[in-house]
T-cell receptor, first 108, second 117 residues
């Protein structure tokens, strides 16, 4: 069965805090995609991972294939990081399943 | 390079009607995927088209259909609309197929918000 679990569902932080969002999945995958969705609906691609770690500015994404787990980290969070973060998992069965999303609010 | 565009951005229909949504991918991208997003079910995959052929399909009824043209533009059609079809419909493009064991970074359009009354 293809399953994706994302946590936490909601996250509130003060500006400058380190943020971690988690995504766990049940069986083998070919890739995992982190997405950011702002109010109004627009979705932005952040990272696509199949192994290891990627970094872009203050964002870092890691994936542990053995543990079937990925994390998205935001260092020195800022109010403009407030958005919904979604992981999308492409399973080896060719199914693409989305996590339920993490709503992040960063206050100044 | 222009991004993915979707038209219309907002649409209001009544039950039983049908609707057609349009998606123009990023220039050079040949894959277009469609997604439905609702508060209850989140984001769900509808189907993917690559080189005018449907390559993958999600678990949606036959009322949901699509097609892709030779210029890679895609349309999605929903017939006999139901209240539960109210959702944000997103399309995403990729330079090659995201099916058959492949997955490539997708770039999303702004979405079409459909309201069914």
């Amino acid at each position: 069965k293809n399953e994706v679990e994302q946590s936490p569902q909601n996250l509130t932080a003060q500006e400058g805090e380190f943020i971690t969002i988690n995504c766990s999945y049940s069986v083998g995958i070919s890739a995992l995609h982190w997405l950011q969705q702002h109010p109004g609906g627009g979705i932005v691609s952040l990272f696509m991972l199949s192994s290891g770690k990627k970094k872009h500015g203050r964002l870092i994404a890691t994936i542990n294939i053995q543990e079937k787990h990925s994390s998205l980290h935001i260092t020195a969070s800022h109010p403009r990081d407030s958005a919904v973060y979604i992981c999308a998992v492409k399973f080896n069965t060719d199914k693409l399943i989305f996590g339920t999303g993490t709503r992040l609010q960063v206050f100044p | 390079k222009a991004g993915v565009t979707q038209t219309p951005r907002y649409l209001i229909k009544t039950r039983g009607q049908q609707v057609t949504l349009s998606c123009s991918p990023i220039s050079g991208h040949r894959s277009v995927s469609w997604y439905q997003q609702t508060p209850g079910q989140g984001l769900q995959f509808l189907f993917e088209y690559f080189s005018e052929t449907q390559r993958n399909k999600g678990n949606f009824p036959g009322r949901f259909s699509g097609r892709q043209f030779s210029n890679s533009r895609s349309e999605m059609n929903v017939s006999t609309l139901e209240l539960g079809d109210s959702a944000l419909y997103l399309c995403a493009s990729s330079w090659t197929t995201t099916s058959g064991g492949y997955y490539n970074e997708q770039f999303f359009g702004p979405g079409t918000r459909l309201t069914v009354l």
